[in-house]
């Protein structure tokens, strides 16, 4: 059993080595943190949430509760606590009681492993004295050698949650909710495991924080594999269910999908769950794409800053989250299916030949072949769209009337 | 410690098991299941097989179950149909299987208790030895991480992984045919 715990602890030097009491106390006391920092930062998501989208459409948003309306996320709390908590009597209550916990406990848990910050450490020679080199050393609660496995593991476990609440519901709008969300959800968890497999081929471990120590000694894997970048970004918002992938919940059509039954704190924690989902999704490009705690050498200033570089990117990724949701339209669910299974899968597996041909015979320029031929392609096609629309005399899109000149006239006329 | 929290998740998985075969609603009897793959998954972390564990998770409880539940969602089975359709000798067949799986089970333990592991010196052992000198050279306590499995799949039993790909590939291809009436 010691073996088992130190095998997990390896990797954070706060308490040392030794499992011991205190040892054990510390990890406890770090899940804690760690817990309630996610669940703060989702509590405020809900509130940027609000806030960028009022900025991007003209508007004030939430920000009357406190400064800038930064306690708002307290104010709903309380409204949920108070509100009454309904459960239909058409429904599966052990199912439905279960089914917001589990969509929230896998997102929670994907956290454990994921590097949150990191120190330098001096590699010492064969004389004892140090090389003048440093090798990275990840701090994240269980460093696990097959990180990366892990995290699509349990990611893959999220889609119970949803899938059940539609079910126990027992609600037409509720289970085409659940459905279409298992569907979608298993057709994108293949496009992102696959996105990482060239990932996990360059750096040659599943170790998350073997992936940011190679980032760190060369370059971030956003430049090396731009295609998996994108697929895994895309194939995060499809699997956290959002605009513009958000069929599960589409208001227009099934009211609010898988959880239209569902009141009070039990909607409250699917509502949290969606947040969750993000943050971890942003976390994880951060950690596979973008360099994880590193940023040029910044980080060798203490793990605060580590952590403080962490934030940054993380929000930045979260920033998008809200950014694509409130700037695209919905997908229709076949043009969804199609993106994943037409466009996605076979990229992502061409992507991985491509990738492995290039580090079995060592030639680089291999890996720019993709991203090359697909930004041409991509080029070519708006070249033709651009071309047969000027051939159909398709009108080209005006800006809106401006409603200052409306008050005036249209006043007069009624 | 390890050998109390074995018995522990043993006792989940088999009475997750249980429960998962005796449950009228099917959609009860998935959940059950999958609570019997993670009582498996956490035994096999406690024999520190951390790839196995994962990898039962991602496959088991994280697509196939997930696929079934799918499909028991999307035909909404009732309890009475499937009492009017299943097979009616179903219960021998059950017992029939159970015996089969408990002598095959019976043999295996049996003849990897006999088995001291690859012995240094037989030419399979060297021919390994030559072809992966580091995933062989510790000898015959083989670690369950990524590296160690996949050298053992890739060189050794790669001809059994094989067969098993074209099985598989086969059963899709008889799927499509299956399902698909006309396949212009």
Redesign the interface.
Known sequence: ?G??LT?LGSGLPLVGAEVTFWWVMGRIGLVLLLVHVLLIVGALMVWAERRVSAWMQDRLGPNRVGPEGLLQPLADLGKFMFKEDVVPKHT?KW?YMLAPAISLVPAMVTFAVIPFTGSYEPIYGADGQPTGEYITQSWQIAD???GV??I??????G??GV??G??ASNSKYS?LG??RA??Q??SY?LSLGLAVVPVVLMVSS?RLGDIIAYQADTVWLLFTQPVAFFIFLVASYAETNRLPFDMPESETELVAGYHTEYSSMKFALFFLAEYTHMIVGAALVVTLFCGGWTFFGLEQLGWIMGVLIFAAKTTFFLFAFIWVRWTLPRFRYDQLMALGWAWFLPIALLNIVLTGGALAFDQDWVLYILPVALIAAAVIAAWFKYRRDLDNDVPKLERAPQLVGVAGSGGEER | ??TA?FYVFGATALAAALLAVTRKNA?ASA?WL?VMFFGLAANY??M?A??VA??Q??VY???IM??F??VI??LDLRTEVLESTAAPRLPAVGVIAALLFLVGGGIAVHSASLDPGPDPQTGEARQAAALFPDEVATGPEIEG??ENIGGEIFGKWILAFEVTSVLLLGAILGAVILTKRRLT
């Open positions: 059993m073996d088992l095998t599966s199912m696990l050698n097959i496995l892990y699509l593991a349990i990611a893959s476990l889609v119970y899938t059940l539609g079910w289970l659940g459905v298992s569907a959800m298993i968890e599943l | 410690m390890t929290l959609v959940i999958i972390v406690l520190e951390w790839f994962v990898v998770v991602l409880a994280g697509a997930v696929l539940l799918f969602m999307l991480t990524a």
